[in-house]
């Protein structure tokens, strides 16, 4: 692993323990590698009106779009232990980063092995305009 992938893991688990998730209990922190060198992180954020309720994962994307990111290379998920992107991030993903972009999925617990994928493996065929 290099060393921006471990910092992208770190980062990711770092803004994990900020989820606010009084409901499921399940943080997610996700941390995304903007082509700009930046890491931008999101934490999911719960509401009790459940469809509310917005991914670690986009809030990352919505964090970098506002500061002018708008190209990523990379990003790390980490939750309580290694989960995949829902349907609705992936399509969010497939909107600004490219099929070969590589996803790693962590867990919060640092020893936990590390899964490598990417975003056209995870979601091959994408809705598009
Ligand atoms: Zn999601």
Do not use: W
């Not at 009106?49 to 190209?71: D, K, M, P, Q, W």
């Amino acid at each position: 692993m290099s060393e921006t992938e471990a910092a992208l893991l770190t980062a990711a688990r770092k803004a994990a323990l900020n989820a606010y998730a009084p409901y499921s209990h399940f943080r997610v922190g996700a941390a995304l590698l903007g082509e700009d060198g930046r890491i931008y992180t999101g934490c999911n954020v719960e509401n009790a009106s459940y469809g509310l309720t917005v991914c670690a994962e986009r809030n990352a994307f919505f964090h970098a779009i506002a500061e002018g990111c708008r190209r990523f290379t990379a990003l790390a998920l980490t939750a309580e232990r290694p989960v995949p992107p829902c349907g609705a991030c992936r399509q969010v993903l497939a909107e600004l980063c490219p099929p070969k972009m590589p996803i790693l999925l962590g867990a919060l617990d640092a020893a936990t092995p590390v899964t490598r994928t990417t975003l056209g493996a995870l979601f091959p065929d994408p809705f598009a305009l």
